[in-house]
């Protein structure tokens, strides 16, 4: 197998082209690559008349890995997953565990029903939904003017 490096680039310096090699091959190395990743999930936050949905990028879990708690009014999405490969009868030279977990707190406003919170998991998105206290809802009136 030969193995061809592309250049990505960068000039020959006064260090030569021995250091961009190590340090290329360190850099992305997968050990580094997977583990230095940011775990924390991307999430959206949309507001209706009569709702907040909250909602949570997190692929690869199951609905059973998350956990959903409310304190006062910080709402915490937590979770953790371990996973460990284990190839029996060969001799290990490498053997790699994996862990992950997050947590993202959201502060509710006044205006959230903590009595009224729904979730649901689907497609690698968890969907949080906050009801609004009936009097903190869009009313809309005409006022006259005297």
């Known amino acids: 197998m ?24 360190i850099l992305n190395d997968s050990y580094f690559g997977n583990k230095l990743v940011a775990r924390v999930p991307a999430v959206n936050i949309a507001e209706t008349e009569n709702e907040f949905h909250i909602e949570l990028a997190v692929p690869g879990l199951r609905k059973e890995d998350f956990k959903i708690n409310l304190d006062k009014n910080v709402l915490t999405v937590s979770s953790e997953k371990k996973e460990e490969s284990v ?54 009136r005409e006022i006259a003017v005297k």
Do not use: C
């Not at 906050?130 to 903190?136: G, I, L, Q, Y």
């Open 2 to 25: 030969t193995l061809v490096k592309f250049n990505n680039g960068l000039k020959n310096n006064a260090v030569g082209p021995f250091f961009n090699d190590v340090f290329d091959s």
């Open 87 to 140: 190839e029996e009868g060969k001799k290990i030279s490498k053997r790699e565990y994996n862990y992950s977990s997050f947590g993202r707190s959201f502060t509710l406003p006044e205006s959230a029903d903590h009595s009224k919170i729904e979730a649901d998991y689907t497609d690698g998105v968890l969907k949080l939904i906050v009801a609004k206290k009936e009097e903190a809802k869009f009313q809309s």
